[in-house]
T-cell receptor, first 112, second 113 residues
Framework: AQSVTQLGSHVSVSEGALVLLRCNYSSSVPPYLFWYVQYPNQGLQLLLKYTSAATLVKGINGFEAEFKKSETSFHLTKPSAHMRDAAEYFCAVSEGFQKLVFGTGTRLLVSP | ETGVTQTPRHLVMGMTNKKSLKCEQHLGHNAMYWYKQSAKKPLELMFVYSLEERVENNSVPSRFSPECPNSSHLFLHLHTLQPEDSALYLC????????????FGPGTRLTVT
């Protein structure tokens, strides 16, 4: 079965600093990978997705992620954090049509 | 109108009550989902509907009963719940069964007392 591991339940950065949220996956077939963001009191919003095209994927709000097969990783980055980026971020891997398997989430805290 | 709406946003119910959660999508999608989000746990897929037919039931207890009367509406009927059922219940939709991209509603925060 496919699975996702997100290292660090909380990540703290200062405004303007680099954001790095880690995601490692396990899959026996080429995966489709996703990052979702959840702001307080809201549902999940798709940030970006990897679907076997370019390994560097750009998403909304200045985020991007790189698929590295050799490391089974799909880490999320943003060069400069904003206060509005404070939210919870979920990595997910597809398990066939319809099924998304989610990680436990990483809460990003941004300080002034 | 936002893409996926859920009502109510908050619900407190006793263990003997019967209540229903409602989800509506305005995206013209054909597949809809119920997820349970508990603190410090991954999102748990509960049910999947495609073209109003249930295609997945992830071993969910029978005290949760889904209903999909048409492709735009999805309900989750609740009865005799337990305190451990307290969670955020999220509805999502996707274009069709072959679509990996799901759109989520804001969720219903359920507290069982």
């Amino acid at each position: 079965a496919q699975s996702v591991t997100q290292l660090g339940s909380h990540v703290s950065v200062s405004e303007g600093a680099l954001v790095l949220l880690r995601c490692n996956y396990s899959s026996s077939v080429p995966p489709y990978l996703f990052w979702y963001v959840q702001y307080p009191n809201q549902g999940l919003q798709l940030l970006l997705k990897y679907t076997s095209a370019a390994t560097l994927v750009k998403g909304i709000n200045g985020f991007e992620a790189e698929f590295k097969k050799s490391e089974t990783s799909f880490h999320l980055t943003k060069p400069s954090a904003h206060m509005r980026d404070a939210a919870e971020y979920f990595c997910a891997v597809s398990e066939g049509f319809q099924k998304l398997v989610f990680g436990t989430g990483t809460r990003l805290l941004v300080s002034p | 109108e936002t893409g996926v709406t859920q009502t109510p946003r908050h619900l407190v119910m006793g263990m003997t009550n019967k209540k229903s959660l409602k989800c509506e999508q305005h995206l013209g999608h054909n597949a809809m989902y119920w997820y349970k989000q508990s603190a410090k746990k991954p999102l748990e897929l509960m049910f999947v509907y495609s073209l109003e037919e249930r295609v997945e039931n992830n071993s969910v207890p029978s005290r949760f009963s889904p209903e999909c009367p048409n492709s735009s509406h999805l309900f989750l009927h609740l009865h005799t719940l337990q305190p451990e059922d307290s969670a955020l219940y999220l509805c999502a939709s996707s274009q069709d069964r072959q679509s990996y991209e799901q759109y989520f509603g804001p969720g219903t925060r359920l507290t069982v007392t």
